[in-house]
């Protein structure tokens, strides 16, 4: 079992950044490739970012492409992700996942999910 914890999101204005964190419970955590959703009001979780179990391979919508970095700490069992030159478009509670497959197909079922940090960008 797998206990994920967000944090750092917030309020922030239109170009500004924000770094959010996912803490991992357990000692399992470099078994699982770890990543972010998002979900804003009346649409459907999107998928942002993912990094693998080691931190070598990173994956991203095309949407944050430049803008945002997934990365990862596997001594402190945490991944985060650094996201720069914010947009209102970026409003959205944004949630990590854990699995031990490394995958973005779309609809797949992820092992793990935590409760989300909400992230709101204003213009």
């Known amino acids: 079992q797998v206990q994920l914890v967000e944090s750092g999101g917030g309020l922030v204005q239109a170009g500004g950044s924000l770094r959010l964190s996912c803490a991992a419970s357990g000692r399992t955590f470099s078994s699982y490739n770890m990543g972010w959703f998002r979900q804003a009001p009346g649409n459907e979780r999107e998928f942002v970012a993912a990094?693998?179990?080691?931190?070598?391979?990173?994956y991203y919508a095309d949407s944050v492409k430049g803008r945002f970095t997934i990365s990862r700490d596997n001594a402190k069992n945490t991944v985060y992700l650094q996201m720069n030159s914010l947009k209102p478009e970026d409003t959205a509670v944004y949630y990590c996942?854990?699995?031990?497959?490394?995958?973005?197909?779309?609809?797949?079922?992820?092992?793990?999910w935590g409760q989300g940090t909400q992230v709101t960008v204003s213009s």
């Open positions: 996942y854990a699995d031990r497959v490394l995958t973005i197909l779309k609809g797949y079922d992820y092992d793990y």
């Open positions: 990094v693998s179990r080691s931190g070598g391979t990173t």
